[in-house]
């Protein structure tokens, strides 16, 4: 085992006006009282075995930089263990480990010495970390005028020459322009292939699919739900979905007798299940209009991250909407033969005014779609290879 932690558990001491910072410190020098404490992690149990790839996923404040400092030994736990067998790459925040006042050729030499590395061969990989970093002069500039994304190139570069048994980072590749992305992953898809073991947080659903084999899901403090990389990014990016429409919901204007949305469904769609790739999708509702006029509907279909797939409107296409009466309209629209690849998704429906201009009413329904395909991106294109 490489990595384990048991009931792994971390919390702060609650100090953040100057009067709690000056009654936690007396009630440390004098041992009077019960210090109010934060916690950050409760209860966490992983392990992490040699060439695992694990990723970690989570809103701000979840606690996994936190874990990553456990983990690492950088914070001692408030309960719990955690144990690392190997040796140790890790890139956390940002310019740790750097001198600010050395130059940068400077800092790799003191930076791979505090790894273990010996002189001979620094001196041999010097070169070899000074192009993958690629910020040209600026090699013999002080850190400290460095950019973030220089920074991070440094420490990154350093951390490909020694190959740690395990690697660790923290949103490295939010940082730096998109060919240094592709260049970190790139080298850590090859460092997982070789053997490698990769403990990685990032916002990036994609680079948690692509590089790696485990996934966690962090919320506030605890795992809420860990195992396929798919599955549980696809869970997380529906939840944060799930939690953006309700605050727009909660601050929306609800006065007045405007058109409003009275059923939106999925016909024939069982949440247990899910659909297959290609299957068809039925969606039906209807929509309450005041002045018994028919109103204008826009639906569509959303990734659940809230990356847009397709809308359109009826009057755009032509669709006639039926009346139910009592200011009633119906809709039912069918998507045949759905070519969206694997992943969660919502139906969206808007309720316009007759006139198309002003929409007064929103829903959204989730459906899962199922299949054991490997392309990426958004949807299956028919294609030939000649």
């Known amino acids: 085992?490489?990595?384990?932690?048991?009931?792994?558990?971390k919390a702060y001491p609650l100090s953040s006006t100057?009067?709690?910072?000056?009654g936690a410190l007396w009630k440390i020098l004098t041992g009077q009282g019960h210090i109010q404490r934060k916690p950050v992690l409760q209860d966490i149990s992983l392990q992490v075995e040699p060439g695992q790839s694990v990723g970690i996923i989570g809103r701000n404040g979840a606690g996994k930089s936190t874990l990553?400092?456990?983990?690492?030994?950088?914070?001692?736990?408030s309960g719990g263990t955690v144990r690392c067998n190997g040796s140790v790459g890790a890139l956390l925040e940002l310019g740790a480990g750097f001198q600010p006042e050395l130059t940068?050729?400077?800092?790799?030499v003191m930076s791979a010495a505090l790894y273990g590395a010996d002189v001979d061969f620094i001196a041999e990989q010097q070169e070899q970390i000074i192009e993958f970093?690629?910020?040209?002069?600026?090699?013999?500039?002080?850190?400290?005028?460095?950019?973030?994304?220089?920074v991070v190139r440094l420490g990154f570069a350093i951390i490909s020459v020694l190959k740690p048994d395990l690697l660790v980072t923290d949103e490295v590749l939010a940082v730096g322009?998109?060919?240094?992305?592709?260049?970190?992953?790139?080298?850590?898809?090859?460092?997982?292939?070789?053997g490698g073991t990769l403990l990685l947080v990032s916002h990036s659903a994609y680079h948690i699919q692509k590089l790696c084999s485990h996934a966690l899901w962090l919320h506030e403090g605890t795992i809420r739900q860990e195992g396929d990389p798919a599955v549980v990014t696809q869970a997380y990016q529906a939840w944060v979905e799930a939690e953006r429409r309700a605050q727009i919901e909660a601050k929306s204007d609800t006065s007045g007798d405007h058109c409003r949305i009275v059923e939106h469904q999925l016909i024939g769609y069982q949440k247990s299940q899910g659909i297959e790739v290609g299957q068809d999708l039925v969606?039906?509702?209807?929509?309450?209009?005041?002045?018994?006029?028919e109103p204008v509907v826009a639906v569509g279909i959303v990734r659940a991250d809230g990356t847009p797939v397709y809308g359109t409107t009826n009057q755009a296409e032509g669709g006639q909407l039926h009346a139910l009466g009592k200011n009633r309209w119906r809709f039912t629209v069918k998507y045949p033969n759905l070519p969206l690849l694997p992943g969660t998704y919502e139906s969206t429906m808007l309720a316009m005014d007759p006139e198309g201009?002003?929409?007064?009413?929103?829903?959204?329904?989730?459906?899962?779609?199922?299949?054991q395909l490997r392309q990426l991106g958004l949807c299956r294109l028919r294609m030939e290879w000649d």
């Open 1 to 9: 085992m490489l990595v384990e932690a048991r009931n792994l558990s």
């Open 18 to 22: 100057p009067a709690q910072r000056a």
């Open 68 to 77: 990553l400092k456990l983990i690492t030994g950088v914070l001692n736990p």
């Open 104 to 108: 940068g050729r400077q800092n790799i």
């Open 133 to 150: 970093a690629g910020i040209g002069a600026y090699i013999d500039e002080p850190v400290r005028h460095y950019s973030s994304g220089m």
């Open 177 to 194: 322009d998109i060919a240094f992305q592709r260049q970190c992953t790139r080298w850590m898809d090859r460092y997982v292939s070789d």
């Open 283 to 293: 969606v039906t509702g209807s929509i309450y209009s005041p002045d018994g006029r």
């Open 357 to 371: 201009l002003q929409v007064w009413d929103s829903s959204a329904s989730s459906f899962v779609i199922r299949g």
